[in-house]
């Protein structure tokens, strides 16, 4: 097969590991830079151009798309699609987990517990409504938070309004949620593929901390889900339409809360932690989807 690799840093850790998962089963692949992508639109016919060459029979892609270039990363992918090569992770999928806001709306209309969350309006906080709906201390959190920045643990309402005031003032949109306490600082990741999870670790945050995120310090060991974890991991892949994720759990009083689903979800930590070689799993279930489309085109046939 020839896979292209869609990630803005060759030598990430995650863009490492997947190009070797390829090269070991036999395949050609390459890393492009998906900002570096010019598209060509026309009737009938889709093209990338990359650095002055139109990329011809590729048949498949593993997009990598970064947190702050959604928008750019998803347009390329789509372009791969409607070119007839087999993405790994869909751009509307993307799309839908990638907003903290839409993912929450999506999942908790389909029945899936999320921490209650708030999204204020951006003229005039209510503090009433913040106090009735997600008490305090609560969690408010940027819309393009991510490795925990922009993550901030408020204590008192006085501050909560405060805080959002002081973020809405420098036109930053922001989620308030409530603090779910008894998770102790920890959460759960699973790395699902081909919609079943194949790896788990619980992260745990630096003492006096409660975001538990590798990058702000937190350590990690491997963790089984229950069956009921599974089960609705499970369920959130399909409802966002994502084959390969991870899916990040609260443990709460009343059962696991799914906190967030990251559609381009890194390999560093869930390898080495777990010693499951995710890359391997993603290729091959690219190679099964692979084989599926062609047995599909040969009985059209
Ligand atoms: N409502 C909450 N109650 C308790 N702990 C929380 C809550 N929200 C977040 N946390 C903690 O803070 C960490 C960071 O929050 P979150 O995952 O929502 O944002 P992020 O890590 O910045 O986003 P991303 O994972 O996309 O980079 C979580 O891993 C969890 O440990
Ligand atoms: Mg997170």
Do not use: W
């Not at 993603?282 to 599926?292: D, T």
Request: a positive charge.
């Amino acid at each position: 097969m020839r896979i292209l690799i869609l990630s803005r840093n060759p030598a990430l850790y995650s863009t490492r590991s997947l190009l070797r998962a390829c090269y070991r089963a036999g395949h050609q692949a390459k890393v492009i830079d998906h900002l570096l992508c010019d598209l060509l639109i026309e009737k009938g016919k889709l093209n990338v151009s990359y650095q002055g060459e139109l990329l011809r029979n590729y048949d498949a892609v593993i997009p990598r798309i970064g947190t702050s270039v959604t928008t750019a990363g998803t347009n390329v992918v789509r372009q791969f699609e409607k070119m007839g090569l087999f993405s790994t992770t869909r751009a509307d999928a993307i799309l839908r987990a990638r907003n903290k806001l839409r993912c929450y709306q999506i999942l908790a209309a389909e029945g899936i517990d999320v921490p209650k969350t708030l999204f204020p309006n951006f003229i005039q906080v209510d503090s009433v409504l913040i106090d009735d709906f997600v008490k305090s201390p609560n969690v408010i959190k940027l819309l393009e938070s991510t490795h925990g920045l922009g993550v901030i643990l408020s204590e008192s309402l006085n501050n909560a309004t405060s805080t959002i005031e002081a973020f809405q003032r420098m036109k930053h949109k922001v989620l308030v949620q409530e603090f779910v306490e008894e998770s102790n600082g920890t959460d759960i990741r699973a790395l699902l593929v081909d919609g079943h999870v194949i790896a788990s670790m619980r992260r745990q945050a630096l003492e006096g901390e409660f975001r538990s995120n590798l990058h702000r310090g937190g350590t990690a060991s491997i963790e089984k889900l229950t069956e009921q974890e599974k089960f609705l991991c499970r369920k959130v892949c399909r409802i966002l339409g994502l084959d390969v994720a991870g899916v990040d759990i609260l443990r709460s009083e009343r059962g696991p809360l799914i906190l967030e689903v990251n559609s381009s979800p890194g390999l560093e930590g869930i390898e080495n932690y777990t010693g499951i070689d995710v890359a391997g799993s993603i290729v091959r279930y690219l190679e099964r989807r692979m084989q599926k489309r062609k047995n599909y085109r040969l009985n059209k046939i």
